[in-house]
C-alpha cells in the first residue's frame, strides 16, 4: 500500500493566557503571518490553529507582549495583500527566501532567524527521475510545487545557463502524484522532479519511489525566514530572537518544534542568504 507522508508547514501556538481587559488595553497586538510557498495546506482552516499556538508561545515567553494570527498564505500575491494591510498590520512572519529578496526594500522586512525544517541546516533542491539529470535539463519537464515564483526557481534554484533552452515548470500540489506516474503512466510523467531536502528523504524511504534516481543538486541555499516588518517588533525584537532561537529548551518548545518541522529557528546564515540574494536580482 502506497502512502507518502505529506510534508506541510505547521506553525503552533494558542494563546491561553488570562489577563485583565486593563492589562489587554495596555498590550497592542503584534501580528503574525506566515507564507508557505507552494504548499496546499498552508491556509487559516488547515494551519491557523498551529500558528495560533506559535502565537501563544510567543506571547507566553516575550513579556508583555501578544502576538496573534493575521493569516497563513501558499500564494505570493496573497501574502502579499496580507503584510501590506496596514489595519491589520503584521509585525512577525515566516516567508521564503524569495519572497523575502522580492519585497525586503518595499515591505521593509529584516531578517532575524531561519528555520531549519528536518533538522536540516540550509536547504537543497535535487533533481530525481528515471534516468540521472548530469546537467541542466535544457527544455524538460521539471514537477515542482514552487512554481509561484519562477525568479527563486530559474535564478536561484536551478540557474539556466547562458544561451540554455528554458526548463518548463509543472504544478503538483503533492510530488508523489508525479513520482508514481513514473510507474504508472510513464508517457504522462514529467522528465524529472525537483525535491526539497525532506522530500527527497521521504521518497528514498518509500517502497515504489526510492527506484527514482537523484542527480544535479542546487547549492546550499537558505530555508523559510522568520522577518520582522517594518520595525513593528520594537522593544520585544530581541526578546523574540532569544525565544525562537531557544525553542528546543523547553518540553512546549519541543512540542511545538515537532508540529512546526524545525526544533529550532536560529539566525539566518549570512553568507549564505547574500549568496543567493545577488542571484535572485
Known sequence: MRVFYSLVIAAVFLLGVGVSQAQEAKTPELGLSVFKLGEVNANDKQAGEAIDKLAKHLSDQVKDAKFVRRGVRSKPDDTLTLLKDDKNPTALAIVSPGFYFKHKDSLKLTALAE?????????QYTLVGKVKAEKYPEGKKVATTLDADPDWLDKVVLPRPQGAKPVQWVHYDNLADAGYLFLDEPENAPDFILLDRMSLKVFQGDADLKGLVAGLSSEVLPQDLVVEVDGRLGKH???????????????EGKKLGEL????????PDEKRLQAAAARYK
Request: avoid cysteine; proline fraction near 6%.
Open 237 to 251: 525584537r530581541d526578546a523574540t530572537i532569544k525565544v525562537l532561537a531557544e525553542l528546543d529548551q523547553t518540553p
Open 115 to 123: 528555520a531549519q525544517r528536518g533538522g536540516f541546516n540550509g536547504e
Open 260 to 267: 512546526l518541522q524545525t526544533a529550532t529557528f536560529p539566525a
